[in-house]
C-alpha cells in the first residue's frame, strides 16, 4: 500500500526500521559547552562580581578603616539587631512551619487548599505592602496600635514591628521545604507509632522529627538568610531610627546615601559573608540529605 500524499509505503510498526536510541539532554559538545558558557557568564556578571565590588570597596583603604567603620555605634547596634530579629523570627516561623506542614500533611479537613495558599501569600504580596498592613494594624492612629502605644508597649518604630515584618516575610520557608517530604513519608509510621500506644508528642520526637530534620534545617537556613536580609516591609515599619530601629540592610542604605563608602560597603560585606556563610551550611545540608537518601534506597 502507499500513502497517496506522500508517495512512500506504509510500513506497520514492525517493518519500520529501528531508529538509534538517542536521550534528550544528549547534545553536541559545541551546544554543552555554549550553554555552560552563558551560565557562567550569566553568574560572573550577576553574583560573582557585584560580590568582588562589595569586598573590594571594603577594603579600598585598607582593613583597618573598614574595622574602624564596623566599630562605630551605629554599625554595632545595626548588627546586634539583625542578629536580634532572626533569632526571633527564626524559630517561631520553625515553630509555625512544623505546625503547618504537620496539619496539612496528617489530616483531611475542608479549607486545606485555602490554608496552603495563605502560607504562599507572602510569596505573592510586596514587602511593603505587607509593612503599611503592619503600620494600619498597629499604628498610633489604629484602635490596637494607639492601647497598646498607651500601655507603653508600641509596636510600630520599635522592634515589635520589625520581628512581625521579618516573620510574615519569612513565614513559608520552613512551610514548604517541610511539606512536600512529609507528604513523600505518608502517615503509616505515626500510625503504627500509635498503635503500639505511643503518646503524639513520643510519635513527634522518636519518628517524625528524624524522618524531617534535615528539611527542617534546610528550610531554617532559608528562613534565616531572608530575616538577616529583608529590607522593604522593615523600612516601612521600622522607621530608620539610626541606632535604634536600623537594621543592617537598612543601615547600609543610609551610609550609602551620606556617601559613607568605606562603612557602607564594610557592613554590606559582613551581610554577604553571613549569606555565604548560610549558602555553605545549606550545600552542606543538601549533601548530607542526598547522602541520607541514597542510603535510604539501597536498603
Known amino acids: 500500500m502507499f500513502d497517496s500524499?506522500?508517495?512512500e509505503p506504509l510500513l506497520s510498526p514492525?517493518?519500520?526500521?529501528a531508529k538509534a536510541w538517542r536521550p534528550v539532554t544528549d547534545e553536541s559538545p559545541a551546544v554543552r559547552r555554549v550553554l555552560i558558557?552563558?551560565?557562567?557568564?550569566?553568574?560572573?556578571?550577576?553574583?560573582?562580581?557585584?560580590?568582588?565590588?562589595?569586598?573590594?570597596?571594603a577594603l579600598a583603604k585598607g582593613a583597618g578603616a573598614a574595622i574602624a567603620s564596623l566599630a562605630q555605634p551605629d554599625a554595632r547596634s545595626a548588627i546586634q539587631l539583625t542578629l536580634l530579629v532572626a533569632a526571633i523570627a527564626v524559630p517561631v516561623n520553625a515553630v509555625f512551619g512544623i505546625a503547618a506542614a504537620w496539619t496539612i500533611t496528617k489530616f483531611d479537613f475542608r479549607g486545606k487548599a485555602f490554608l496552603i495558599t495563605l502560607i504562599d501569600l507572602p510569596f505573592s504580596v510586596s514587602p511593603v505592602v505587607a509593612g503599611l498592613a503592619l503600620v494600619l494594624l498597629f499604628g498610633t492612629n489604629s484602635l490596637v496600635g494607639g492601647w497598646l502605644v498607651a500601655q507603653g508597649f508600641p509596636i510600630?518604630?520599635?522592634?515589635?514591628?520589625?520581628?512581625?515584618?521579618?516573620?510574615?516575610?519569612?513565614f513559608p520557608f520552613v512551610a514548604r521545604e517541610l511539606i512536600p517530604v512529609m507528604?513523600?513519608?505518608g502517615r503509616s509510621e505515626e500510625e503504627a507509632a500509635l498503635t503500639l500506644g505511643a503518646s503524639g508528642w513520643r510519635v513527634f520526637r522518636t519518628v517524625t522529627l528524624p524522618n524531617i530534620k534535615w528539611a527542617l534545617l534546610y528550610g531554617v537556613l532559608l528562613c534565616n538568610a531572608r530575616a538577616m536580609g529583608e529590607?522593604?516591609?522593615?523600612?516601612?515599619?521600622s522607621g530608620k531610627i539610626r541606632g535604634q530601629t536600623a537594621t543592617m540592610p537598612i543601615t547600609i542604605e543610609m551610609m550609602y546615601n551620606e556617601y559613607l563608602s568605606v562603612a557602607a560597603f564594610s557592613l554590606a560585606a559582613v551581610l554577604a559573608a553571613l549569606a555565604l556563610l548560610t549558602l555553605a551550611l545549606k550545600s552542606m545540608l543538601e549533601w548530607r540529605h542526598a547522602d541520607q537518601l541514597a542510603a535510604t534506597r539501597r536498603h
Open 5 to 7: 500524499t506522500l508517495q
Open 156 to 170: 510600630i518604630f520599635a522592634l515589635p514591628g520589625i520581628v512581625l515584618a521579618s516573620i510574615f516575610v519569612t
Open 14 to 17: 514492525a517493518e519500520r526500521p
Open 183 to 185: 507528604i513523600e513519608q
Open 231 to 237: 529590607f522593604g516591609a522593615v523600612a516601612v515599619v
Open 37 to 57: 558558557g552563558v551560565a557562567l557568564l550569566g553568574l560572573a556578571v550577576l553574583v560573582l562580581g557585584p560580590l568582588a565590588v562589595v569586598f573590594a570597596e
